[in-house]
């Protein structure tokens, strides 16, 4: 997708308190290509900016479908104080709508993390709580300093039921490249009920996040920035419906 492909939602921080766009100056993930997307945050701040295809049928979706990217969170003026995410099933054209949100966690080291909330909110680093306080859903074992590129991706799968079934998964960039990726479900993140189900449910019955499933919506990425000087990256963004 071309840059004017993407909208930047609605609440997002904006020009003097960061920057974003695409830059060469900085390290491709394993295979990628001639630029990555970025986000620098210039003054002390405390918001979010997220962008979404505009394109038909994606803004939004009429049911799931699937987030992946490279992501990363760069060397920055602190380890703490911002969160690269993916996001899918977001309701409205803002940062302060509620969705579901796969990224780089807001700690240090910090974790692989899927949570249900407002965009807004950004990824706490948090233990698995889905029903209450930060609703992380799932966590990954491993924690990771920054620098470091993680190729994810982020399913939503609307069942016949109401159910949503939500699975994670990652590809390593040390032995596939970005356009090649080989998908394996993140250690931690296989989900309460496996191995019968991989990923998390979040039923039509809102007993395990306590609230409703989310069963449509746009999809697209954001950063969440509490500080000056605070760096993440993307790259070979994807965005697929379900049908």
């Known amino acids: 997708m071309a840059q004017s492909n993407w909208t930047v939602l609605s609440g997002s921080l904006s020009s003097p308190q960061i920057e974003h ?33 505009n394109l038909a049928n994606f803004a939004p979706m ?28 977001l309701g409205t054209a803002s940062v302060s709508g509620a969705c579901y949100i796969l990224g780089l966690s807001d700690g240090n080291p910090y974790h692989i993390e899927l949570r249900k909330g407002l ?21 990954s074992i491993a924690a990771f300093d920054p620098d470091q590129w993680h190729h994810l991706r982020l399913d939503m799968i609307l ?32 989900g309460p009920q496996a191995p019968a189900i991989n990923g998390f449910i979040d039923d039509a019955l809102a007993i395990n996040t ?19 000087t605070r760096r993440a990256f993307f790259d070979h963004v994807e965005v697929h419906r379900q049908l």
């Open 119 to 139: 965009l807004s909110g950004g990824l706490p680093d948090a233990g698995v709580n889905p029903a209450s306080g930060s609703h992380i859903l799932m966590r």
């Open 62 to 89: 009429a049911k799931g479908g699937t987030i992946q990217a490279a992501v990363k969170r760069g060397v920055s003026g602190g380890p703490t104080g911002f969160a690269p995410m993916l996001f899918i099933g």
């Open 159 to 190: 069942e016949g039921t109401g159910d949503v079934l939500l699975q994670c998964f990652q590809s390593d960039l040390g032995s596939h490249l970005v356009t090649a990726p080989v998908w394996v479900t993140i250690p931690g993140m296989e």
């Open 210 to 228: 306590g609230s409703a499933p989310l069963t449509s919506g746009r999809a697209g990425i954001a950063v969440r920035l509490e500080d000056v």
């Open 21 to 53: 766009g695409v830059t060469a100056g900085v390290a491709k993930p394993n295979g990628g290509g001639n630029n990555v997307y970025g986000v620098n945050s210039l003054e002390i701040v405390d918001g979010c900016i997220g962008l979404i295809p």
